[in-house]
Each structure stands twice: as structure tokens, then as C-alpha cells.
């Protein structure tokens, strides 16, 4: 469940989603027409979304550079650099860095463009692009345009910022080349036809968001456990991500009970009045379960030789329910084709 809108401001949020979306129309009218939008050095594919909020758009970046490497491409990732900053390095920057490694070049910096000439120039070897969350960052011409559709949540009756969540409203979906629906359980006949009602073709693949396995941080040290090790176990949440209600069900269908949830935003930065919410709600509980996105920041700040229970931190892999051979032909041969 999306949090509602605070009581002060819901007197002027209607005409601030009314001006908003005036001010959004007449910006994609001129990009529309080719105005200030800018030729990158390599290729560029974009993933993005019409939402504020997680949508799944970090797991499936990594699957596009996965899958891009494996074809002998040397991608990069291009991103504003949202959040709060440990060691230099914003929260989604760190985390990419985590998952992929020091071999792909991480972007992060408000002027995308500026950073990715700047970084081509400096190496050689890049010779294609991901740009993360760049829908509406429209001022970079991309090869193709990805965009996200979360499954949980109820995109087509949602409204414009601020009195919904949406960027955009749904009829944008008709400038991207194809939308891929996540969290999704099942699929969803009658939300494949919303969206093929505007773009005109069904969503290019179905996924959903799968734990395979969590890392255990103690003093001892850490260790890989199956998920399985999450039945039954008492845990505290802090989850300072865009949609932390998927976790939380993501928590309870593997059997745990969350006992307390200690309230984030996203980008959360951790202080000291955090971690101590954090190590009181943790007395009564057998572990904290917090996201990738949280323990990259948290890892810098805690002392785990003094926190009362461990640390799970769940692995996230993007599963196909339809789809994914098509994309990943789409996604390599797009790319393929701008380089012949």
C-alpha cells in the first residue's frame, strides 16, 4: 500500500498535479520535435518507469548489462546518482557496484550527458550505454526505450504527482519501444490489454522479483544461507527503498514474521538516531532483514560486533515468466545493429 498524501498538503495538490502535468506536456511537446535532445557517444538503451517509487527497474538493468557482456559488449550505466552518499558514492551507485563489480563503469551525476562523454573519453572500451531511470530523461537520445510496469500496484487509476505517484500519466507508454511488466506472480490478461491498448503491442516480457539465497552479516563474519533459513525466523525490517511493502511480502511468503517495521524513506540515510531505532526494535527479534540497496549504506555505519542479531540481506534475481529470450535478442541485436 502506497502512503497517503500528508493532511497539509492536500488542499493545493490538485492544482499543483494540474500544473505539473501542464508544465510535463509542454516539455515532451519540444522533445518531441527533436529540441535539446542530444546525440551520446555510444549507443544507449534506457529503462525507466512512469511512477516515483521502485518499480523493479535496478534488477532488470542488471540484466540488461548481464546480458550485454555476454555478447561481447562493454556497457555502462548511466545514472542521475539519487540518494544518500557513503565513501563518495551514492546508494544505487554503490549497490550496482556491489552486484556487477569494478569491471562495469558506473555514471552517477546529475548531467548524465557531461558524464557519459567525459567517461567515453577517458575509456575506449565502453561501446554502449544503460541509462537507469531515463524515461523522462528524454535530453539523451537512446536507441531503445524500456520502460517498467510494477504488477503490484495500481498504475492505470493512480494519478499525477502529487496527488498520485505517476510522472506521467499511463498515455506515455506510446513513445516507448516496450514495456516489461514486474513483480508479477502470474500473468495478467486484462493488464496486457490496458497496456497494448496504448502502445499497441503487448508487454515485450513478464517478471517476477525471486530471493534465491540471503548473506548472513554477524561478527563472525558472513555466510550464505538458503532462503529457506528465513522460515519461522522473528525479524525486524528497515527498508529504506521506493516500494517497501514488495519486501515485506516478499518477507512473509518465506515463512518469517516481522515483528516491527522500522519506517524509512527512500534513500534513507543512516544516522545515529536511525541505528538506534534500528538495535532497540531489534531486541525482541532473531535477525534485521534489510535490502541491498539499505546494507551498502548500513555496512560503513554499524558495528556488528555490538548489534544485538544478525543481518540477513536478501539476493535479488529477476525471473522470467514469458519473454526473456525475446528481449535479450532485442536488447543485443539493437545494439548489434547501431555498432555494424
Known amino acids: 500500500m502506497r502512503e497517503q498524501l500528508p493532511r497539509v498538503v492536500r488542499p493545493i495538490a490538485p492544482l499543483a498535479s494540474f500544473v505539473y502535468g501542464r508544465l510535463t506536456a509542454v516539455r515532451n511537446w519540444s522533445l518531441d520535435r527533436g529540441w535539446r535532445v ?23 538493468v542488471m540484466w540488461v548489462v548481464e546480458r550485454l557482456r555476454e555478447s561481447g559488449f562493454h556497457p555502462a550505466i548511466a545514472m542521475r ?17 556491489e552486484r556487477l563489480g569494478a569491471d562495469t563503469p558506473i555514471i552517477a551525476q546529475p548531467n548524465r550527458m557531461q558524464g557519459l562523454r567525459t567517461r567515453c573519453a577517458q575509456d575506449s ?18 536507441v531503445l526505450d524500456l520502460v517498467t510496469i510494477d504488477a503490484t500496484q495500481d498504475t492505470f487509476n493512480d494519478r499525477r504527482l502529487p496527488m498520485g505517484y505517476l510522472r506521467e500519466l499511463p498515455m506515455a507508454l506510446a513513445r516507448s519501444d516496450g514495456v516489461i511488466v514486474t513483480r508479477a506472480k502470474v500473468f495478467d490478461s486484462a493488464l496486457s490489454a490496458q497496456i497494448e491498448s496504448i502502445t499497441g503491442s503487448a508487454p515485450l516480457a513478464w517478471t517476477q522479483h525471486v530471493w534465491e539465497h540471503f548473506i548472513q552479516h554477524e561478527a563472525a563474519g558472513e555466510r550464505r544461507c538458503a532462503i529457506e533459513q528465513l522460515h519461522r525466523k522473528r525479524v525486524v525490517t528497515a527498508l529504506g527503498v521506493g516500494n517497501p511493502a514488495s519486501v515485506r511480502q516478499q518477507v ?38 534489510v535490502t541491498a ?16 542479531v544478525p543481518i540477513l540481506v536478501p539476493e535479488l534475481r529477476i525471473e522470467f515468466l514469458r519473454g526473456s529470450e525475446f528481449l535479450e535478442a532485442r536488447v543485443v541485436e539493437t545494439i548489434r545493429s547501431e555498432q555494424a
Open 293 to 308: 540497496k539499505d546494507w551498502v549504506k548500513l555496512q560503513h555505519v554499524i558495528e556488528l560486533d555490538t548489534f544485538p
Open 252 to 289: 512473509l511468503d518465506n515463512g518469517a514474521e516481522i515483528v516491527q517495521d522500522v519506517p524509512l524513506s527512500d534513500h534513507q540515510v543512516y544516522d545515529a538516531n536511525v541505528l538506534s531505532q534500528i538495535q532497540r526494535a531489534c531486541q525482541e527479534a532473531d535477525a534485521l532483514l
Open 125 to 142: 572500451q565502453i561501446d554502449c550505454c544503460v541509462l537507469d531511470d531515463g524515461f523522462q530523461h528524454r535530453m539523451i537520445h537512446r
Open 38 to 60: 542530444n546525440e551520446p557517444p555510444v549507443p544507449v538503451i534506457s529503462v525507466g518507469n512512469i511512477s516515483v517509487g521502485g518499480s523493479g527497474k535496478t534488477p532488470l
Open 81 to 97: 546518482g539519487y540518494g544518500s552518499r557513503t565513501n563518495g558514492r551514492s546508494d544505487e551507485e554503490a549497490e550496482y557496484l
